[in-house]
T-cell receptor, first 113, second 115 residues
Framework: RKEVEQDPGPFNVPEGATVAFNCTYS??????FFWYRQDCRKEPKLLMS???SGNEDGRFTAQLNRASQYISLLIRDSKLSDSATYLC??????????????FGQGTILTVHP | DAGVIQSPRHEVTEMGQEVTLRCKPI?????LFWYRQTMMRGLELLIY????????DSGMPEDRFSAKMPNASFSTLKIQPSEPRDSAVYFC?????????????FGNGTRLTVT
């Protein structure tokens, strides 16, 4: 089983739609969680951190469920510029994996007019 | 502020040649990571350093790969000898760590093609 798993998609949605991405992680020692965005042929960039109580940044909402080892990202009122690959990232501490960050395979989103 | 700086941006080399990729982390960041990205395998962690010390190199594919961090502002990833299957985009990233919640900042990457 992969340490971090995402639905690869692709998700094709019209402008204005709401879309949700899910991510599961296998290591219960995971301590920090992030969503990154990667545009074609570019480097990944931090979209938002994920906090235990859930957090929102404009049209983006992230949720964490530690019991189920599950992270989600919700995008409301999607824009054409939201088209990208969204990467779930998990940071694990302890033992030989201190500070190790593991990326999911990414979920491809295409927003069309 | 300058971000993570990688060089070269593109590298084309022949099989068997030595390749050296370079990275300058963001000033003040004490954790540095080398990742490789391919279509098939996504982003794979190769090695990471904390305070210039290698912490986990379990992702380094084989002995042909080596990485060094001689000081806080410079790291290299070397492949010797290179093979066509090493073709990928290699990213360097840095962060503050601990605390563990510090996110990564990536460089622009080096696109390596081995023919």
């Amino acid at each position: 089983r992969k340490e971090v798993e995402q639905d690869p998609g692709p998700f094709n949605v019209p402008e204005g739609a709401t879309v949700a991405f899910n991510c599961t992680y296998s290591n219960s020692a995971s301590q920090s969680f992030f969503w990154y965005r990667q545009d074609c042929r570019k480097e990944p960039k931090l979209l938002m951190s994920v906090y235990s109580s859930g957090n929102e940044d404009g049209r983006f909402t992230a949720q964490l469920n530690r019991a189920s080892q599950y992270i989600s990202l919700l995008i409301r009122d999607s824009k054409l510029s939201d088209s990208a690959t969204y990467l779930c990232v998990v940071r694990t501490a302890g033992g030989t994996s201190y500070g190790k960050l593991t990326f999911g395979q990414g979920t491809i989103l295409t927003v069309h007019p | 502020d300058a971000g993570v700086i990688q060089s070269p941006r593109h590298e084309v080399t022949e099989m068997g040649q030595e390749v050296t990729l370079r990275c300058k982390p963001i000033s003040g960041h004490n954790s540095l990571f080398w990742y490789r990205q391919t279509m098939m395998r996504g982003l794979e962690l190769l090695i990471y350093f904390n305070n210039n010390v290698p912490i986990d190199d379990s992702g380094m594919p084989e002995d042909r790969f080596s990485a060094k961090m001689p000081n806080a502002s410079f790291s290299t990833l070397k492949i010797q000898p290179s093979e066509p299957r090493d073709s990928a985009v290699y990213f360097c990233a840095s962060s503050l760590g601990p605390p563990l919640a510090s996110p990564l900042h990536f460089g622009n990457g080096t696109r390596l093609t081995v023919t």
